[in-house]
């Protein structure tokens, strides 16, 4: 049984879906002004773990919501200085996101909606409208506001003090400082240069920030949730104020379960563009390092433990990336004859533990103990001789089982089969050096090596041959 921490209860629960064996699940996505950093990513990577649990460790169906916010303050001030329609501007960053996941192996979820497509719009609309109705709302100058003490719940999620609630007190922009809970913006009246649209009579406009995530929520997966999920940081104000939006409108629980990803820091300091440590996936890209490598740091901490990223942390995770694949590629070369009993044991061992660690609120750091285990006793039994072909396929059957939910060897073996060096000429240069040694020129076959190692592509020679890996 797959026990996660709720933010809610502050406590590990059991999980188990609502209704239907499937899990409804809602994330709050980029908002797309500018690229997506590593800290975006750690979330998101941490959030596709538990969408391949849920799937591949747990057997449920998964209906996944990360929505794109591409209208706030953020996003208007953005298209207004690059002097390009809203719409124009945040696609170029939307694109980037897409391609960064994909480079992340991050699974593509059911449904990725963006703030003005017209169905979300009217979603909102609609939302307002039943706040309206229930006695949540008021309005002033033509914008539209949540009267949060018209909700006695307020604030539960994040543990505000409700003598520290300043009810009447507006807040207009779309984020504010922590702990200062006032009435916020649920419809914003029209700026001059602003994009607008119209809403329930109340003339032009746009949604504030907060009001999008509840509205797509409840359109594209009902009233009621299993999982809501974000960054820390996203508690307050944030997901506190979804909360009211969504129980103030359908009168009905939100969502079961809060999930939250702690902080990424860099060589222990936050990020900030001051110090210049905003890193993207190109910046690392840039460094030399391979998004697998990447993916495989982001995961191997517990989600909810600080990280602090360092280059050096990303060149470990490439050895411990490193090591793995090459074990599975060893596996070609086991010679025994018969099945090894302490093999077969050591595999049922490794399975027990990996869905322990990622059936206890998914715990990947203990999830990649049991893998390393595994391999430790599986070259053992490589160099000792005593591992049949039966025995490498239960083990490659082990791994790949893990790998569907870290997603990080297969995601290496995609990059290995689109190297920088077209796959035809690795295996032609592989050849001529094959012919080159059988005629005894050993300079011309280490020319070929060395240069090779110079465009990124290492070559092994095993008994069953010569095989390449990129760096």
């Known amino acids: 049984m797959l026990r996660l921490y709720n933010t809610l209860s502050r406590q590990e629960e059991p999980f188990a879906p609502l209704r239907d064996n499937t899990v409804r699940m809602y994330a709050c996505g980029l908002t797309v002004y500018n690229r997506g950093h590593i800290g975006n990513f750690r979330t998101y990577v941490c959030l596709d773990v538990l969408r391949r649990t849920l799937k591949y460790l747990c057997g449920y169906g998964v209906r996944q919501v990360v929505n794109y ?20 501007y945040t696609d170029q960053w939307i694109r980037a996101f897409r391609e960064d996941s994909a480079r992340l192996g991050i699974e593509t979820p059911e449904e990725l909606p963006r703030a003005t497509d017209p169905e979300n719009m009217q979603a909102m609309c609609e939302m307002i409208r039943a706040l309206e109705r229930n006695g949540h709302t008021y309005t002033r100058d033509g914008s539209v506001y949540f009267k949060i003490a018209s909700m006695p719940s307020y604030g539960r999620l994040a543990r505000l003090d409700h003598a520290g609630l300043h009810a009447g007190a507006r807040v207009d922009v779309d984020e504010y400082s922590k702990d200062d809970a006032r009435d916020f913006v649920l419809w914003k009246a029209a700026k ?3 994009p607008y649209w119209e809403c329930n009579g109340t003339g032009p406009g746009r949604p504030g920030w907060h009001i999008e995530c509840s509205a797509m929520a409840v359109r594209l997966l009902g009233n009621s949730i ?10 307050f104000p944030h997901h506190e104020n979804e909360i009211a939006q969504a129980e103030g409108a359908t009168r009905q629980p939100f969502a079961r379960f809060w999930v939250h990803v702690e902080h990424l820091f860099v060589e222990n300091e936050k990020m900030s563009k001051s110090l210049g440590n905003v890193y993207t996936m190109a910046d690392v890209v840039a460094r030399g390092h391979r998004p697998s490598a990447l993916r495989y ?22 050895e411990a990336l490193r090591r793995i694949v090459d074990f599975v590629a060893k596996l070609d070369e ?5 099945r090894n009993a302490e093999l077969e044991a050591a595999v049922t061992r490794a ?17 990649l103990a049991a893998v390393f285990e595994l391999v430790r006793e599986g070259n053992s039994a490589i160099a ?8 490498a396929r239960l083990v490659r059957d082990a791994i790949e089982e893990f790998d569907r939910v870290l997603g990080v060897v297969s995601l290496r073996r995609a990059e290995d089969a689109k190297p920088d060096v077209p796959v035809d000429e690795i295996e032609r240069l592989i050849e001529e050096r094959r012919a080159a040694k059988k005629n005894r020129d050993f300079a011309r076959a280490d020319q070929i090596r060395a240069s090779l190692a110079e465009r990124g592509i290492l070559l092994e020679d095993t008994p069953s041959g010569t095989r390449w890996k990129k760096k």
């Not at 740091?297 to 490439?318: D, M």
């Not at 086991?334 to 018969?338: K, L, Q």
């Open 351 to 367: 399975r027990e533990a990996f869905r322990s660690a990622m059936a206890s609120d998914l715990n990947t750091a203990a999830a």
């Open 69 to 88: 916010t591409d209208v706030d303050d953020k996003t208007i001030a953005g298209a207004q200085k690059a002097g390009m329609p809203l719409r124009e």
């Open 297 to 318: 740091l982001l995961l191997s901490s517990h989600y909810r433990k600080q990280l602090n990223f360092t280059w050096t942390g990303v060149e470990q995770a490439e």
């Open 334 to 338: 086991a010679t025994g004859d018969s």
């Open 226 to 235: 299993d999982i809501h999920a974000g960054g820390v940081d996203l508690i």
């Open 384 to 391: 000792a001789g005593k591992m049949s072909a039966a025995d």
């Open 192 to 194: 001059a240069g602003e």
